[in-house]
């Protein structure tokens, strides 16, 4: 029995739901079930009542509860009482470009409130560092990858352009339309190839590194962009995102570790942080 275990168990009594203790300890709900399942399968005893709006207790969790309450409470104090409170835990971070400033400061407050006294410092991904955030197509052989977030590209364009107003466009809408060129970028490089085999001209308004200008320029009339449907974007009345014919690029983005240092305590806290938050659209 594990104390980890316990912790999920009393997140899951004290929360009364599977969904919210795996928001409270920031994992996914399917690793809190499973290790329920196990503790059930250790104590040899039924430790929770689905129904409709969560769980309830068996007379065995009220039993174990102030057990496992109490044990935990003493695993800290002795936990506690050899920490150097003066001493943080140094997480160097590789951050890829134009990753999203919303869903990134949001998985950034998650680690902080999992990993105690953390001090991040945000890297290049290409620098060296404990781990990485980055597309799954860069992953190395030497790396395991956690997917967080699905980018799914389309174009987007000025809301006050005629183009706006279809529901799809096709490839040929796209000749010697002003287009905002990012680089680099791996979705915008499919785009051209699709269009160069096509004898499209893809016509360069101006040139850019990242996504956040990019949208903010397209939002200022200047052209059109390839973007990925984050939230922002998509909520913007100056923009209107426009699916094309046939294509489907979609990027995943995630965590990126060494897999020999995959038992390392910190890296197990921000996996779970992942974890957590899970393979979702942007957002």
Not at 69 to 77: C, G, I, S, W
Not at 140 to 160: A, C, H, M, Q, R
Not at 192 to 201: A, D, V
């Amino acid at each position: 029995m594990e104390l980890r275990t316990l912790n999920y168990f009393l997140a899951v009594y004290e929360t009364g739901s599977i969904s919210n203790a795996a928001k409270k300890c920031f994992i996914s709900q399917p690793s809190i079930t499973a290790a329920i399942k196990q503790l059930e399968l250790d104590l040899d005893t039924k430790l929770f009542i689905r129904h409709a709006r969560g769980v309830l207790p068996s007379a065995s969790a009220d039993k174990l509860y102030p057990q496992a309450k109490e044990l935990t409470q003493r695993a800290n104090l002795i936990a506690n009482s050899f920490k150097n409170d003066d001493s943080p835990t140094l997480l160097r971070l590789g951050i890829m470009r134009s990753i999203g400033a919303s869903r990134m400061s949001k998985l950034l407050k998650a680690i902080v409130d999992k990993v105690e006294n953390v001090e991040l410092t945000l890297v290049d991904e290409t620098e060296p560092s404990d781990m990485r955030i980055v597309l799954g197509k860069n992953v190395k052989p030497t790396e395991n990858f956690i997917p967080i977030w699905k980018d799914l590209y389309k174009i987007g364009v000025p809301s006050n352009w005629k183009l706006a107003k279809e529901k799809e466009i096709k490839f040929s809408d796209l000749d010697k339309l002003p287009f905002i060129n990012r680089e680099p970028c791996v979705a915008l490089k499919v785009l051209k190839q699709e269009l160069e085999s096509r004898h499209i001209e893809f016509q360069t308004r101006a040139n850019i590194r990242t996504i956040e200008y990019a949208w903010k320029l397209v939002g200022a009339g200047i052209g059109a962009a390839f973007l990925p449907n984050w939230s922002e974007i998509e909520s913007s009345k100056e923009i209107t995102l426009l699916s094309i014919e046939s294509l489907n690029e979609i990027n995943e983005i995630g965590l990126a570790y060494n897999k020999s240092k995959s038992d390392l305590d910190l890296i197990t806290d921000v996996r779970e942080v992942c974890e957590s938050i899970g393979l979702t659209p942007s957002s």
